[in-house]
């Protein structure tokens, strides 16, 4: 999850991390739309982040509720904020 500010107003973001250029992030997400799958891409400047948070990976959709589910000790842990080594000035 990213808090990231938009001007004057700060917006909350969620969505898998697909990259990191050092100067920004680019969160991506996926959907189903009229039976394709389409994927949305937003970049967030570094200087916008007001807050980055690591949160465990969700079961998909698709999914049996049933099923029982591994769950890797990395998902396991609990949420928590990841620190930039740069910040630009």
Known sequence: M???RAGDIIMP???NMAADSGKSIFLEESYKQQGKIKTF???IPYACIVELTEVPEMPRPSASISEP???SAEA???PAALEFNKRPA
């Open 2 to 4: 990213v808090t990231y």
């Open 13 to 15: 973001a969620t969505g």
């Open 41 to 43: 891409r937003w970049e």
């Open 76 to 78: 396991a842990r609990q």
């Open 69 to 71: 589910r591994e769950v």
